[in-house]
């Protein structure tokens, strides 16, 4: 998710993640299957490569990886999967993007309808806020494992565009083309990274407060426990403290 602090997200969701490695391993799979219709070869795809790099991170199994991969080229049989990506506006006008992989797309397009509408908000037409993010590679550094100019010194030779304090944690941003060198260059300086992903990264934020942020929240929760969702993003921005109260 991106809008308002990852870092507050990821600390959020940790203990809810911690216990639901099953679902992480299914997105996962998902997307390795998706990324693999453009061919098997992770050297040749970098989607793909990107995908297997954020399994390994997760410790899923080397077979799981390659049934996925085979089911994307076709070696094994699998249902077909759609990707999908939904578009709409949150409570206080914020806009959100989802992303779904989907077996059964009219099914997936009634429940997520219901789940904007349900939780304060609607969904738009296609390109009614895409527009509103950038696609880029987001890697998040705890704040104690690193000082931001250690940081410094070490992503941006490496290909990084910008680094943001999250509060307690650093954001690091740059092109998709850079995700992997950025990785690389993290872990052979031995700092570990909380979260790192391509992510629909907002050009500009909306501060949401009381009711407004509460249902945001919500909205966002709702649909990241979807089963078909890959990803939530959004262009708002909430304070901690709401995050933790709501936790």
Request: glycine letters at 10%; a negative charge; hydrophobic letters at 40%.
């Amino acid at each position: 998710m991106s809008g308002h602090s990852k870092w507050a997200t990821i600390k959020h969701k940790k203990a809810a993640l911690d216990a639901k490695r099953g679902k992480a391993f299914t997105r996962l799979i998902k997307e390795i299957t998706i990324a693999a219709r453009n061919g098997g070869d992770p050297d040749a795809n970098p989607r793909l490569r990107t995908a297997i790099v954020a399994a390994k991170a997760v410790s899923m199994p080397a077979d799981n990886i390659k049934r996925a991969i085979m089911r994307g080229t076709g070696e094994l049989e699998g249902g077909q999967i759609d990707e999908i990506l939904f578009e709409g506006y949150g409570p206080g006008g914020a806009a959100v993007l989802v992303n779904v992989a989907t077996d059964n797309r009219n099914r997936t397009v009634s429940e997520i309808r219901h789940l904007f509408s349900k939780n304060g908000g609607n969904l738009g037409e296609q390109g009614s806020v895409s527009w509103m993010f950038e696609r880029k590679s987001q890697i998040i550094v705890d704040g104690e494992k690193v000082t931001e100019d250690q940081l410094m010194n070490i992503v941006l030779d490496a290909g990084a565009d910008d680094i943001r304090n999250q509060g307690g944690a650093w954001e690091v941003l740059s092109a998709p083309e850079s995700h992997e060198a950025i990785l690389h260059a993290l872990e052979k300086a031995g700092i570990p990274n909380e979260s790192a992903e391509i992510a629909m990264i907002p050009k500009n934020t909306v501060k949401l407060e009381g009711k407004n942020a509460t249902a945001m929240l919500k909205l966002y929760d709702a649909l990241e426990e979807h089963d078909d969702v890959q990803n939530v993003y959004g262009n708002y921005e909430v304070d901690e403290a709401e995050v933790e109260a709501l936790a």
